[in-house]
């Protein structure tokens, strides 16, 4: 992975045709973690997998029995702190402290993120077991990552999205040195900027 990455689209996602994907927003890519496990029909909302000691698991395991249910598999597969292209939301516009360039609301700029690099795939299943396993398209990874925009989206994986939160967050203090996620591009937190 490359260290400077256009994350330019109006997504904020890159995706590549062998089922990776690098996000550089550490919310949204929790959510498309929590999706790991989950059954989904191809229309409504996923079956999210729920502890084993879960009253909800036996429903979950049920959900995976019908025919027109998959499996998604989503993980994290790497990451790396990288310069990413994303448009300023400061609404007062945002300057580059290295540079001294002034960016304005809307305008894309250089930020150092943490970029997730992410690998997802349905999975198919006969009789309990996995038969076949295909790929997320870069189309199916823009499906997933508008569904966190969407209001009533399918990213709602809640306890399972903190839990993948939170594994992130170590991911960024143990190998990056950062106490909290990084704030929105060109927003100020604590009287510091990420630029």
């Given amino acids: 992975m490359p260290t400077e990455i256009g994350l330019g689209d ?4 890159k995706c590549d045709p062998n089922g990776r994907a690098h996000v550089s927003d550490l919310n ?3 959510a498309l973690l929590s999706l790991s496990g989950a059954a989904w029909d191809g229309k409504g909302q996923p079956v999210y997998k729920p502890a084993a000691d879960s009253p909800d698991y036996a429903a979950w395991r049920a959900a995976l029995d019908r025919p027109e249910m998959r499996q998604m598999d989503v993980q994290l597969v790497g990451h790396q702190m990288a310069v990413v292209e994303q448009q300023v939301i400061s609404k007062d516009g945002w300057t580059d402290k290295s540079t001294g360039r002034f960016y304005a609301t809307g305008e894309l700029a250089p930020f150092r993120r943490v970029v997730y690099e992410l690998e997802a795939r349905y999975c198919y299943l006969t ?3 996995v038969t076949r396993r295909v790929a997320f398209t870069p189309a199916d990874w823009q499906f997933w990552f508008r569904q966190w925009f969407c209001a009533g989206g399918l990213l709602n994986g809640a306890r399972t999205q903190v839990e993948c939160r ?3 967050l170590d991911v960024n203090r143990e190998n990056y040195g ?4 990084l704030h929105a591009a060109g927003k100020v937190h604590h009287g ?4």
């Fill in 10 to 13: 109006e997504l904020g996602i």
């Fill in 28 to 30: 949204i890519t929790a």
């Fill in 127 to 129: 009789t309990g077991q």
């Fill in 166 to 168: 939170n594994r992130l």
């Fill in 178 to 181: 950062i106490g909290t996620t």
């Fill in 192 to 195: 510091h900027d990420t630029a």
